[in-house]
């Protein structure tokens, strides 16, 4: 029995295309609709897997041309995040068999194929875990410099291997240990969902950041970008519920934050958690934003805003977080770059040893809050020339 699967996001197709191969499912798949519908006439499949919302042709064009301009009776299913009622109502007038809407479970897909065409005859066991099909496409830059043995590869195995929609980038910032055959090694046999940036010569965790940021922003399947810390402080679940909120509100940019709360579990050191004070009082003051934690590592962002946010170099190495807040209010205005933002309290953040933050260079950072308002202060207009033409020795 032949599936062919149509979906713009590679991420959607490929735990899909496991699921059914596992059964015993002959699976061919393809992002390009296009080429899709040529695959159809080649392949000649007893089931169509098809998204709703793609660039070029939509689904429902697909649904048409097997339809009404081929006229066949392939069974098709549709599988997509578009919940409108007239699109549910016109695929089915179109002909659709089923439709199933994201987020939806391996398991029930499966199960709806099985009750549409019948289960292959060669009988396989396969795991039931509940991997969800996700409606959005997430890319994770994780910026690494030395990280051999802080290196918590187990959980980000296990992270992607239970949800679908994630693709994770290491940025190799030119460490002078293990960390680059480390995270090759991690990338074995997931290359699809694990992409290695080597960049040879150490440039800080702000550059290391940002030339992560931009390299997955050129892969068109992802709806969302954001950045975590290596060591986890924040979990891969608490980073979920961050993408949870972005993709169901306006906002631009989610935050993760810090800040201690009953039922959360926050940790700090004592004389780091007095420092941390302080400079936040100057942040707020530099970005007029009630702010109570930007420096936290794990945030995303919208992926139309990336080229604002990291288009240029920072001007500092630990405060980019400040930068990049202080160019969507350049660039957008401050009224409507506070609208943009979102901070979003933690469920858990625990401060690893190890950390490359010294309490020496948390004492700098109040001097590169002082590059940060001298290089972007100033009206509107100045601040707008300075960012366009900003430049980092």
């Known amino acids: 029995m032949k599936v062919l699967a149509i979906d713009d996001q590679q991420l959607v197709l490929l735990p899909l295309q496991k699921r059914l191969a596992e059964l015993g499912y002959e699976v061919k798949i393809e992002t390009d609709a296009t080429k899709g519908l040529e695959l159809y006439e080649s392949f000649n499949p007893d089931l169509v897997i098809v998204d709703i919302n793609m660039p070029g042709i939509s689904g429902l064009e697909v649904v048409r041309h097997i339809r009404v301009t081929k006229k066949a009776q ?26 199933m809407k994201k987020p939806l479970s391996l398991n029930e897909i499966s199960a709806r194929v099985k009750r549409l065409i019948g289960a292959p005859e060669v009988k396989t066991t396969v795991a039931t875990s509940n991997v969800m099909i996700q409606e959005r496409c997430v890319g994770v830059v994780i910026p690494c410099y030395n990280e051999e043995e802080r290196l918590l590869s187990e959980e980000f195995l296990s992270y992607i291997d239970k949800n679908s929609g994630y693709h994770l980038c290491f940025v190799n910032d030119g460490s002078k240990d293990n960390t680059l055959n480390v995270l090759k090694d991690l990338q074995k046999g997931r290359e699809d969902f694990i992409t290695v940036y080597d960049c040879e010569k150490n440039g800080g965790k702000a550059e290391a950041v940002r030339l992560g940021m931009l390299h997955m922003a050129k892969k068109e399947d992802l709806d969302y970008i954001g950045f975590l810390d290596a060591d986890l402080s924040t979990d891969l679940t608490d980073f979920d519920d961050l993408v949870k909120t972005i993709e169901t509100s306006d906002f631009k940019i989610v935050s993760g934050s810090r800040i201690s709360r009953m039922g959360a579990n926050i940790t700090k050191e004592s004389a780091r958690k007095v420092i941390s004070m302080t400079i936040n009082f100057i942040i707020r003051k530099i970005l007029k934003m009630d702010f ?14 990336i080229d604002i946010a990291f288009g240029k170099k920072f001007v500092t ?11 969507m209010s350049i660039h957008f205005g401050l009224k409507e770059a506070k609208a943009m933002l979102c901070e979003q309290p933690l469920k858990r953040w625990i401060h690893a040893d190890g950390s490359k933050l010294s309490m020496k260079d948390s004492v700098k950072i109040v001097f590169q809050l002082g590059q940060i308002a001298w290089v972007y202060g100033g009206n509107e207009q100045k601040n707008t020339t300075d960012l366009k033409e900003l430049k980092v020795a």
Not at 82 to 98: A, M, P, Q, V, W
Request: aromatic content about 12%.
């Open 74 to 99: 392939t069974p098709i299913m549709v599988l997509s995040g578009d919940t409108k009622d007239e699109t549910i109502t016109e695929g089915f007038e179109l002909g659709i068999n089923d439709y």
């Open 292 to 305: 109570k934690d930007t420096q936290c590592g794990a945030k995303i962002f919208h992926k139309d805003v």
């Open 317 to 327: 190495q630990w405060i980019f977080d400040v930068e990049i807040f202080k160019r």
